[in-house]
Nanobody
Framework: QVQLVESGGGLVQAGGSLRLSCAASGRTFSNYAMGWFRQAPGKEREFVAT????????YYADSVKGRFTISRDNAKNTAYLQMSSLKPEDTAVYYCAAGRYGVPGVGEYDYWGQGTQVTVSS
């Protein structure tokens, strides 16, 4: 089992920045790829970004490419999502997830956090 806890969400104005953190405990963090997903009210959960177990491979949704950066610190068992140039359409609950492979599919991840709310005002 891997337990994941997100933090860092909040209210920010459009154009601002936030950094989300995902603290992991349980099984060896460095064995897993990590992903960030988000879900807005009335919408399905969607892929945001993923990073390989080593941190050398990353992949982003087109909607966040160039604005968001995913990273990880295996020594601290923590993954991050740095969000810049935020837009109102980025408003959602953001979830981190751990899986065997760094791929975009929601179903490819075995463990999920409880989510953290990000609200971007216009």
């Amino acid at each position: 089992q891997v337990q994941l806890v997100e933090s860092g969400g909040g209210l920010v104005q459009a154009g601002g920045s936030l950094r989300l953190s995902c603290a992991a405990s349980g099984r060896t963090f460095s064995n897993y790829a990590m992903g960030w997903f988000r879900q807005a009210p009335g919408k399905e959960r969607e892929f945001v970004a993923t990073i390989s177990w080593s941190g050398t491979g990353t992949y982003y949704a087109d909607s966040v490419k160039g604005r968001f950066t995913i990273s990880r610190d295996n020594a601290k068992n923590t993954a991050y999502l740095q969000m810049s140039s935020l837009k109102p359409e980025d408003t959602a609950v953001y979830y981190c997830a751990a899986g065997r492979y760094g791929v975009p599919g929601v179903g490819e991840y075995d463990y999920w956090g409880q989510g953290t709310q990000v609200t971007v005002s216009s």
